[in-house]
């Protein structure tokens, strides 16, 4: 395989911070990296890896973004073989069952304007949506479905204080339980406070047909002390959709 | 005048304080992948300071040959002596800290720090985001942050070694590309001292 990398061997590089390898490996690779100062550039890309990898544990979201179930590999499913037939059965019929529902599993934007929003499809504001966190069992909203392709205004009074790198938002279908169900729906990355203390996000409609929701939203950054703050958890309700469009605000 | 004789001033230029400012400015992943090793920021800082020191020796007297060199020997000898001081403290059980010591440890970390660190996750993030299979992004975990090695993963796995192979090919051309875009960049220690 041709590699356009200093050191061909792909595995050297982490042995070498690991401390996996043996003498005559490292001292053939820290030749190499006085000889050549790129071969530094790739130790430190994958020093960033290792850092980074930690810290997504650290903050609870690795095992999400690697999508594999905590029992996999490590602890002998993998090595019994009617197991592994039955898995492969299963996940040809998940296969099948993502690609039919492809465009669904896709997590789309939550925009920080209206006109963002407009410019990808959505037609006129039809719905503002106001979210405070209550203690009742109630949902925090409940609605309406609102008529497809329209511009709906979520507006989200956290609790928590984030700094200049905002909030994240992720809204989910929600279990009957409350708790969330799979990958987020949709996910807006940095969003600001506005001046009334609200994050303003943009959706279109179609994300929100009949059902139950969740949306988080937590500071983007750390807090002090570098502490990852718990999401806040929204709860929304859509029941049918009314017999007569019209702006509605809760 | 001699190349030589013009390279004395930016060589004599060189010193702790200007190696330290590059490192910090292009290598925090080396330096943070130090201080979680250690689990202890003071001495994570102490050998990197140590290595540092033996550098700047071998380099005033002429024995590293050009000023490119000098970062990738600091961290030579900084992992050497983080592998020395983590074979001291095997064979010294009594100076092992509990593991909830080193939970604490492990958390209190300046803010710049904890900032590169949660820039590192999110750039992670997406080169995971990116992989097109569960089973990749497994490999990625288990060999870098879990270190195990290739055998056991393509056995638990099912992979061939080229499959493994390919797998980290594929993460590490695309994690340059992620890092040369946020910065990561060639050091050129003559043109950063004079800067």
Redesign the interface.
Known sequence: ?E???LVPD??MV?R?????LSSAEQAEY?AL??EH?????????????????????E?G??DE????PAS???FGL??HPGL?ALAASLALAVVGALFWNNTQSRAVALYASLNELQSHGARSLVAQYTLVRTRAANPDVQLAAPPASQALELRILPDVAAGSSGYRVELYRAHGDGSAAGKPLAISMESQLGADSFVTLYANSELLGEGSYLLKIAPA??L???LVAEPEDFRIIVTKPLTTPGSVSH | MPDSESNKPAQSAIDQKSIEALIVR?????R??LA?HTHDQALAADLLNDAICTTLEKWRAGQIA?P??I???V??VA?NL??NH?RSIAERPDRRADSEVLERTA???A?MD??A??G??????I???GMGS??D??V??????D?E??ET?CS???LLA?QF??V??R???R??EL?EASG????DLFSFVMA
């Open positions: 395989m590699s356009r990398f792909p595995t982490n070498y911070l690991a401390g996996q820290e990296l006085l100062p790129e071969a530094l550039r790739e130790l430190e890309a994958v020093a960033r890896l290792k850092v980074g990898l930690a810290k997504l544990r903050q979201r690795l973004l690697i999508g594999a996999a590999g490590r993998l090595r592994v950054g750390t002090a002390a570098g | 292009d290598y925090p992943g080396l943070r992948l979680r050009k490119e060199q970062c990738g020997y961290f030579q992992l983080l592998r983590r958390g209190n970390v803010s904890e900032l660190e949660t590192m996750a999110q750039r992670v993030r080169l995971l985001q569960a089973r992004r497994t990625l975990k288990r060999f870098y942050l270190e090695s290739k993963i638990e796995l099912g080229d192979d390919k980290l090919h993460a590490r051309a994690l340059r890092l990561l960049r060639r050091t």
